[in-house]
Structures are given as structure tokens and as C-alpha cells.
């Protein structure tokens, strides 16, 4: 199997060091952004490919059941999925990674299946430890559902929106 030049550029050896160092400033070649999906949901733009550089556009090279084939790159999206509310959600496959999601969505585990969600907010700040009296109840899931600068913290039993120290 031919390496492409951006598997060779990831090798932690002095010799590939140098010839990605070569390649790149003499055929202009980086790696192509994304990385490559979980599964094949595309027909692709071209089959036996070795590397990325085989690749049409921004397409990259990709392994699967089939062989190696060149597939639009998958980007993972900045934040972190939700804490998921108790139960499950749909037992259904609506997403495969966050490139399925429309604009900053991600696609996350709701207990049986995959979603897209709004990702979850973290304000600046820490949360104060739970005291007093005991609050039982989840009056929050994360950051983004609290108002203005306040944070989703743990209470006694369960979460609520408290401003943070």
C-alpha cells in the first residue's frame, strides 16, 4: 500500500520528517481538513483511492467495508453534547456525526438513538458547593438554559440556576 503524504507527516520518525517537509514545499501538498466519516451515507466521487491527495476537491480518502474510497470530509462542531434528560429519546439514527447537523448542531446520544441538538453552553465561572436545604428537582441541564450570567449547578439532589462564584 502507497502511504499518502500526510499519513507520512504524522509518523514520528526523522527520515518522513524530512520527506514531509520536501513534499510539501515541493508539491504544495498539506492534508485536507475534516476527518473522515463513521459510515458511508454517500455515493462516492471516486473508489481505490490511497490517499487524500487521490481525492477530488476537498474530498478525502476513506476506508470502509468496500475499500477506499474518496467521500466528503466530516467536521466535528465545537461544544459538547447536553446531559441527557432522564429517559430516552427517539430510538431512531436522525444523525451519524455533527457534518449531518444544520448550523451549530450536534449530533448527540439521546439514550436509544442519535439527535441533533443545540450544543451545550458553559459561562465562565464555577458553581458554589450544594448546601442547605435539600432541592430535589432539575430545574436545569446545562448553562444555556439559565439566564444572563448564571450557571446550571448541582444542588442537594438535582440541578438549578445559581449565580457562580
Known amino acids: 500500500r502507497r502511504m499518502d503524504p500526510a499519513e507520512l507527516c504524522l509518523t514520528p520518525s526523522l527520515p518522513f520528517a524530512l520527506l514531509c517537509l520536501k513534499t510539501i514545499s515541493t508539491y504544495g ?4 481538513p475534516g476527518h473522515c466519516p ?4 454517500v455515493i462516492p ?3 481505490a483511492c490511497s490517499g487524500d491527495s487521490d481525492c477530488p476537491a476537498l474530498d478525502k480518502c476513506c ?10 470530509a466530516a ?7 447536553p446531559r ?31 439527535e441533533c441538538v443545540a450544543p451545550y453552553t458553559v459561562k465562565p465561572g464555577s458553581c458554589t ?3 442547605g436545604t435539600p432541592m430535589c428537582a432539575e430545574f ?14 448541582r444542588t442537594t439532589c438535582g440541578h438549578a440556576c445559581s449565580d457562580p462564584c
Do not use: I, W
Not at 476506508?63 to 466528503?72: D, E, K, L, Q
Open 63 to 72: 476506508t470502509f467495508s468496500c475499500g477506499a474510497v474518496c467521500v466528503p
Open 140 to 153: 436545569c441541564y446545562h448553562d444555556g438554559e439559565c439566564p444572563d450570567e448564571q450557571k446550571c449547578c
Open 84 to 114: 441527557r434528560k432522564r429517559g430516552s429519546g427517539m430510538c431512531a439514527e436522525f444523525c451519524v456525526d455533527d457534518s449531518d447537523c444544520p448550523k451549530a448542531e450536534k449530533c448527540c446520544y439521546n439514550g436509544c438513538g442519535h
Open 38 to 41: 463513521k459510515r458511508l451515507t
Open 129 to 131: 458547593r450544594p448546601s
Open 29 to 32: 501538498y498539506s492534508p485536507k
Open 75 to 81: 467536521f466535528t462542531k465545537p461544544g459538547v453534547c
Open 45 to 47: 466521487s471516486k473508489r
